[in-house]
């Protein structure tokens, strides 16, 4: 991880300074004095090489940097200011030949001493750096490999997680992120063999990551266990849980079909008790099961319409199970993944999405903790384009059906020149009952303004 974030510092830094330095700029002609002493043109193999305002003007192209601003205020009781950061990010991507390219994408937040994040650890500020995606790519003819840290998105539905389970995903910003902001790369082998119409993917993953929970402290942080009865240990994957995914997808036309087949790591932990401690506090380790995957999705494209399914069978899926008798252990279980999507898309003008999805868990019992033997879900979005396209309106909802609970979300962006946009969004947690899953995040509504600038 330190590796990663001074590659990306230094490669941050070296472009900025290529920019600000003007050592990339045109350099003044030579006067008569100095012409004389002017070197000739060094040829190898009958090609000039490149000068220093070539090599500047190819890779600086070829890289494209984001700064952004992000503000958000807690509409409820308390009232409270829950972002406040800044950020740089890089996107660098590059040719060499015919048959290599390589893309760094990485993003460096300072978040200021009333943002949660610095907050949560007493600090006046904090710096972040993440390294999204860092890999190089080799094609040859209908095959291609990518090597190192990498996003892949499998899966059609936007909310729910039914196939879509190769990256984890980052929650230490509760539902205030966007599922694209929130995939979390993994350093991995990807092939890739392209025939007629099909696609064959086979993963490698040696260094399997999980799901991101938030920070101690932090806003969206909960408390599973009391710290003065329970220590927990946590057991990260390792090399010797090495994931392996396959995916075959066929197009027809604006339609198409996958099926995949995966051996991964649980991205949710679970807890089992091992005894006492030397304190006689309850000992918890903290572990991350295992899980198969054999699923199938769809889109099935009609004029303006899409309609979109999945299917996944899961097995030796890991829950939190407490028993009356007070063991505290994970329960090994199969589920059956559903869901079905419907899109319109007015040709660009506006864009609809509704989307409904279900977990069932097959043997259920009564000791399973946190989740439903049915977990049932509605998912839509609209957004309409307005003044000559500059400005975007833009509703979606998450609807749990067993515990009546939702979240809303209205955004409103607007685009003040081509590098130069603007946005201010409204989320809305509603929740029912003291028995439902998100009791403890009622209050957890915000407002947001973000700009950004790219250059």
Excluded at 2 to 22: R, V, Y
Excluded at 286 to 294: D, H, R, T, V
Excluded at 318 to 327: E, I, M
Excluded at 369 to 388: A, C, D, E, H, V
Aim: proline share 3%; charged share 25%; aromatic share 14%.
């Amino acid at each position: 991880m330190m590796k990663a974030t001074g590659f990306i510092i230094a490669s941050m830094l070296i472009l900025l300074f290529l920019l600000s330095s003007g050592w990339c700029q045109p350099q003044a002609p030579l006067d008569d004095e100095e012409a004389e002493f002017e070197a000739p043109d060094i040829v190898v193999g009958q090609r000039d090489i490149p000068d220093r305002e070539t090599i500047c003007s190819e890779v600086l192209n070829n890289a494209r940097f984001t700064i952004s601003h992000q503000f958000s205020y807690k509409t409820k009781s308390p009232r409270k200011v829950v972002t406040n950061r800044l950020a740089l990010q890089m996107k660098w991507e590059q040719l060499f030949g015919e048959s290599y390219y390589f893309l760094l994408d990485g993003k460096t937040t300072l978040f200021t001493g009333n943002d949660h994040q610095s907050e949560a650890d007493d600090e006046d500020y904090e710096i972040r750096t993440r390294l999204r995606e860092g890999y190089i790519q080799a094609s040859f003819g209908r095959l291609n490999m990518k090597v190192g840290k990498q996003i892949v998105v499998w899966g059609e539905s936007e909310g729910a997680v039914v196939t879509d389970v190769v990256s984890p995903r980052d929650l230490s910003e509760f539902f205030f992120t966007t599922l694209e902001e929130s995939r979390i790369g993994q350093t991995m082998v990807s092939v890739n063999l392209f025939s007629w119409a099909s696609q064959w993917t086979l993963l490698i993953n040696p260094d399997p990551r999980t799901v991101e929970e938030p920070d101690r402290r932090t806003e969206y942080y909960l408390e599973l266990w009391d710290t003065d009865l329970f220590e927990v240990i946590e057991e990260e994957p390792d090399e010797t849980d090495t994931e392996l995914s396959f995916r075959w997808k066929r197009t027809f036309g604006k339609s198409d079909v996958s099926i995949m087949l995966a051996h991964l790591t649980e991205n949710q932990p679970v807890f089992r008790f091992t005894g006492l401690t030397s304190t006689d506090k309850f000992m918890l380790i903290k572990e991350y099961g295992s899980l198969k995957m054999a699923g199938v999705t769809a889109n099935l494209s009609r004029g303006k319409f899409l309609w979109k399914c999945e299917l996944a069978y899961k097995s030796d899926r890991s829950f939190q199970s407490l028993s009356l008798a007070g063991n505290i252990d994970p329960a090994e279980k199969d589920t059956i993944d559903a869901a079905l999507g419907l899109e319109y898309n007015a040709n660009g003008a506006y864009f609809v999405l509704l989307e409904a999805s279900n977990q069932l868990i097959r043997d259920w019992s009564d000791d399973i903790q946190g989740t439903r033997r049915n977990q049932s879900n509605l998912y839509g979005s609209w957004s309409k384009l307005f003044i000559y396209d500059t400005l975007t309106l833009g509703y979606s909802f998450y609807y749990q059906i067993q515990d009546r609970d939702s979240f809303h979300k209205v955004n409103l962006s607007y685009g003040f020149t081509d590098n130069f946009m603007g946005s201010l969004e409204y989320g809305h947690l509603y929740v029912r009952d003291k028995d439902s899953l998100l009791w403890n995040f009622r209050d957890q509504n915000r407002i947001t303004v973000e700009l950004e600038y790219h250059f």
